[in-house]
């Protein structure tokens, strides 16, 4: 089956066509990065008005890549939740018009379901019977979580951020140390060479009794950086050379340092009390080298497999909302009349 997909969920415009689940034909991306950089961060009005100058061809391009006509698209799928409200419904619009162009069946696809799924995208990826279960590490702008994945389909949330994700923190961290946006490549750029151990940055939330609770959550397997980020504008406050000398390499390379002791931290905690075969990483935050490397050596202490998303399907895609429609056991809804947009979307509710 040839799923069309579109992704328009926050500050990428995408389209997609993959085969059965896991072929990927085609995978286009346009990046809004340079639109938003002048206000350090995505501004909702501008980045719904991008999608709309910029879908329709990238849908065609999308369709032509594949090398199909549009009769051979068996199904069009799209993001309708969770992200920005005014962009998604650019998406599942233009989705919605072209289904009912084509006469065929249009399905909506939950965004941070999708980004679990892009661990299985690529000709070297594991099928998703062949690992589970696994423990996924989720960490973009957007979504900081750990998920324990049974089966495509079958989720549970673990813990996850109680106010910043872990992207946020390092666009917010960058913009102290005025690198620049989008923050996450700027800190991994400026942090080469540094030494990750020169500043003793917080690693968020104290370690609790085991099974105490943030809302529904294990407290223990949760996330927060606002105290980090508080750190280092008072380290800056007190250190104001740091942004006119050579420290500034160390220093970037001390907070990302805290934001990836954070991630692991957790992580170890949910691996040693839920038996799972392998550990992944999805997510824009997992193209992060110094995180890899990170994750490596934790998965390798543990003896268990690590899958991690390929790079080009860390950052917000289509190629992952197309594969996730068209892939076997998959819970995507089947669009009726009355589906709209759920920027609220959470993980498990189809």
């Known amino acids: 089956m040839n799923v069309l997909g579109i992704e328009t969920s926050c500050d990428e415009t995408s389209a997609a066509v993959v085969r059965d689940g896991r072929t990927v034909l085609s995978n286009v991306v346009f990046t809004q990065v340079a639109r938003h950089r002048p206000y350090g961060g995505v501004v909702p009005e501008i980045a719904s008005r991008c999608h709309v100058e910029e879908i329709a061809g990238i849908v065609r391009q999308a369709v032509q890549d594949a090398g199909l006509t549009w009769e051979q698209i ?45 661990l299985f995208l690529g000709s070297d990826a594991p099928s998703p019977d062949s690992i589970a279960p696994l423990i996924v590490l989720m960490v973009s702008g957007g979504h900081t979580g750990l998920v324990r994945v049974a089966k495509v389909g079958s989720y549970k949330l673990l813990g996850q951020t109680l106010d910043d994700a872990a992207g946020e923190a390092l666009d917010k961290g960058a913009n102290l140390l005025k690198l620049g946006y989008p923050g996450g490549p700027a ?60 420290a500034l390499k160390d220093v970037a390379a001390s907070y990302q340092e805290a934001v990836f002791d954070a991630l692991l931290a957790r992580l170890r905690r949910a691996v040693e009390r839920h038996r799972v075969s392998a550990v992944g990483c999805v997510g824009g935050v997992a193209r992060n080298g110094r995180l890899r490397e990170k994750l490596e050596r934790m998965s390798g202490e543990y003896g268990l497999r690590l899958v991690l998303a390929r790079p080009e399907f860390c950052t917000d895609n289509a190629a992952m909302i197309a594969a996730l429609a068209g892939a076997p056991g998959s819970v995507v809804r089947t669009a009726t009349d009355d589906l709209d947009v759920q920027p609220d979307l959470v993980l498990g509710v189809p």
């Open 74 to 118: 068996d199904a069009v799928a799209a993001t309708y939740g969770p992200g920005l409200a005014s962009s998604l419904l650019v998406g599942l619009s233009a989705a919605k018009a072209l289904a009912l162009r084509l006469g065929k069946p249009l399905l909506g696809v939950n965004h941070v379901e999708a980004h679990l799924y892009s």
């Open 187 to 246: 800190i991994e750029k400026a942090a080469a060479g540094g030494d990750p151990a020169h500043v003793k940055f917080p690693r968020g939330l104290r370690h609790g009794a085991a099974g105490e609770l943030a809302g529904e959550l294990d407290r223990d397997l949760c996330f927060s950086f606002s105290g980090l980020k508080t750190s280092l504008l008072y380290y800056l406050r007190d250190h104001p050379e740091v942004l006119v000398n050579g």
